[in-house]
């Protein structure tokens, strides 16, 4: 007996995918750091989320509305051209940006908006960066008939006004939001303090892989639909699985969900990617909290951080509304130190090269979010052998950056 | 916890005088370190019996626009966790008997790092703390290493904190025990005394340390409704906003800064002395 538990111990030791405990911890990170008006929901919401996982109904109501009303499964697309330009690798793109909504956000919303109907919530409320967060909640809180409050900083309100647009014409309350430097950390902040006061009722949908456990791996199953996708689809493409994988790392929910499936795929190697904004050296210059911050606690998890040497949080840079947070989900800090996931920057300018590049190779004009996963593709893949097979997640459509990218490249629009 | 703290002693003495304790919040630096360290000074005299010292974070997330600015404050200001242990230090020199409280986040104290936190807070004459985003769930963080110092670790409980989850919130908790009156964020809506009343009972019955009530607390009136029940009463975004009314238009300090903040002590100290 004695040997068996020794072997099951190992057998954990070696598994990247066990995580979290059940205190909600990735080894050092994760954890459940909020607000004690917070904790009974927390825990309420894990009980919640475990009989949900347990039930099979919850699994085919979910099935059915990926099918049906994102239409999912999204392409594994093999990018010929970019392909044959960088010379390399055999480049796939996991066409996320071809759900409902235009991102891969509206996998997690679906999964969460149907939890909180089974909890009895009445109200929804969650944080937007970008936008495209909030237009999936918005999207979803129209379809079930609930009411919705989105909290977005006020700076973000005025350089991503179409999705403004879309999220009011959903019928979601937009609460622009004018603490601190108005972005998506503040917005979250105010969605905590609106979660605390309302909190019988209330049910946050957090839109990525971080905050307060479950949150994290809640998060991560919603998300982790694209990589089990991406392992069926290569298996039929190629008949093997990929070699490697490349998503963008904001909070890092798209980069979680094809990163999962593969973590224990040993031949399989995996690359972050974080915004380095303006470059990794100028300070506050970037939004690369794994290649330039620090362990610290925020917004209910233990995680990397960007902040200063007395623990204050900065707001970091990025050209990209999205990948603009001074954290990222725990699991990917784990990931980090553990050395199973390599972390990456690629800058502002970098960014813009590869939107470009992708739109004029493949007729395909990426959000700036994954232009960032791209632009490491476009340093990875000259590297490798053609016959190493490389998936990269393209996980938002460009629409809603046109005008950021206009302003960049001096066209008018 | 086997020794009597400053905490402990100061809300034995006031019991014994049958009269609850005035509980102020004020954020260190704010608006700079030298006002500050004035209003601090000046707080035992004009009424305070037990000090919050805010520790000032980038991210108050349980707090709402009266902290959140007097925090933002005190940071524009420079001030820093090594600054404010250094105030409680000088304060202690002159004061050996009014317990201070810091008050704050956990990030802060996690980069100090904790364990040199805890020694530096001990060193500086601090007797409690109050991390409002470190649950029962993560005790062994900073909870049990600040009571192994002789360190009260005060946790609040909230309107959603039921019979099941109080004794997770109770196991650890020293000094005082500090009730949330309402669901929501500092300085928001004024709580419904009776029912805050019944609550406070409710607790009482499932601990003996005495119980503070806090959260939406701004006049004379309200002290002296709530005391009535509880064994303390802490106001904090009414006296901030008293710094911040106080300002010049550049929000530099004026020659009213201090005062203003005294005087309201004063006058929210009232009602307890007169019992």
């Known amino acids: ?413 | 916890m086997t020794h009597s703290t400053r905490i402990d002693k100061t809300f034995a003495s006031l019991k014994a005088k049958g009269r609850s304790a005035l509980v102020t919040f004020i954020t260190a630096g704010d608006p700079d370190l030298e006002t500050s360290k004035k209003i601090l000074d000046g707080l035992p005299a004009a009424g305070a019996d037990v000090i919050e010292l805010g520790m000032p974070f980038s991210d108050p997330m349980a707090d709402g626009p009266a902290i959140q600015a007097s925090s933002l404050r005190a940071l524009n200001a420079g001030q820093c966790m090594k600054k404010t242990l250094a105030m409680v230090a000088e304060f202690r020199k002159r004061n050996p008997d009014t317990p201070i409280v810091l008050m704050g986040y956990y990030n802060p104290i996690y980069v100090y790092p904790a364990g040199k936190f805890l020694d530096d807070a001990v060193k500086a004459g601090v007797d409690g703390l109050i991390v409002v985003d470190v649950p029962p769930e993560a005790d062994d963080e900073l909870c049990l290493p600040a009571r192994d110092r002789g360190l009260n670790f005060i946790r609040l409980a909230t309107p959603t904190t039921d019979d099941k989850r109080l004794p997770a919130v109770l196991t650890n908790t020293s000094g005082f025990l500090y009730y949330v009156s309402i669901t929501g964020i500092t300085g928001a809506a004024a709580p419904e005394v009776n029912s805050v009343h019944s609550q406070i009972a409710r607790i009482k019955k499932a601990t003996k340390l005495p119980v503070a009530v806090g959260f939406g607390v701004k006049t004379p009136e309200q002290v002296g409704a709530l005391a009535k029940g509880a064994d303390g009463v802490v106001v904090g975004s009414a006296l901030v906003t008293a710094i911040k009314e106080s300002l010049d238009a550049d929000g530099r300090a004026t020659g009213k800064t201090v005062p203003a903040v005294l005087d309201l002590v004063k006058c929210l100290s009232a009602p307890l002395r007169t019992v």
């Open chain 1, 1 to 413: 007996m004695a040997t068996t538990k020794k072997k099951t111990a190992e057998k954990k030791l070696n598994t990247y995918r066990g995580g979290p405990d059940d205190r909600g911890h990735f080894g050092l990170y994760g954890g459940r750091f909020v607000a004690e008006t917070l904790m009974p929901l927390i825990l309420d919401l894990e009980r919640a989320y475990n009989e949900a996982k347990a039930d099979p109904e919850f699994h085919a109501a979910m099935a059915y509305l990926h099918k049906h009303y994102s239409g999912r499964p999204s392409p594994l697309y093999h990018a010929e051209r970019l392909t044959n330009e960088l010379g390399g690798a055999k480049i796939y793109f996991k066409r996320d940006e071809l759900n409902h909504t235009g991102s891969h956000k509206i996998n997690n919303c679906l999964g969460q908006i149907l939890l909180a109907r089974r909890m009895g919530k009445t109200r929804i409320i969650a944080e937007t960066g970008a936008g495209q967060h909030g237009v999936a909640v918005a999207t979803v809180c129209a379809k079930f008939d609930m009411p919705c409050e989105i909290y977005m900083g006020a700076t973000d309100v005025e350089r991503q006004a179409p999705n403004v647009a879309r999220m009011k014409l959903l019928g979601a309350k937009l609460n622009p939001v004018t603490s601190g430097a108005m972005t998506l950390k503040d917005a979250m902040n105010e969605a905590l303090r609106d979660w605390v006061t309302n909190v019988r009722d209330t049910y946050y949908i957090i839109g990525t892989a971080a905050g307060p456990h479950p949150y994290p791996a809640m998060v991560r199953d919603f998300q982790s639909i694209i990589g089990n996708e991406v392992r069926e689809q290569m298996m039929e493409a190629e008949g093997r699985l990929p070699d490697t994988l490349v998503a963008c790392i904001g909070g890092g929910s798209n980069a979680i969900g094809l990163f999962h499936p593969f973590l224990d795929d040993e031949g399989v190697k995996i690359y972050g990617v974080e915004a380095g904004g303006h470059g990794i050296d100028v300070p506050n210059g970037h939004a690369a909290s794994m290649t330039g911050g620090s362990p610290g606690v925020l917004h209910g998890n233990r995680t990397y951080l960007l902040q200063n040497e007395d623990g204050q949080i900065l707001e970091g840079h990025s050209i990209s509304a999205g990948l603009d947070y001074p954290g990222v989900g725990p699991e990917h800090s784990w990931l980090k130190d553990s050395g199973r996931v390599t972390y990456v920057p690629a800058t502002d300018k970098e960014a813009l090269a590869a939107l470009q590049l992708c739109t004029r190779m493949e007729g395909i004009i990426p959000a700036l979010e994954p232009a960032h996963a791209l632009a490491w593709v476009t340093k990875l893949a000259p590297t490798l052998p053609k016959d190493n097979l490389l998936v990269m997640n393209l996980c938002g459509r460009g629409d809603k950056d046109l005008f950021t990218v206009a302003k960049h490249l001096g066209l008018k629009i």
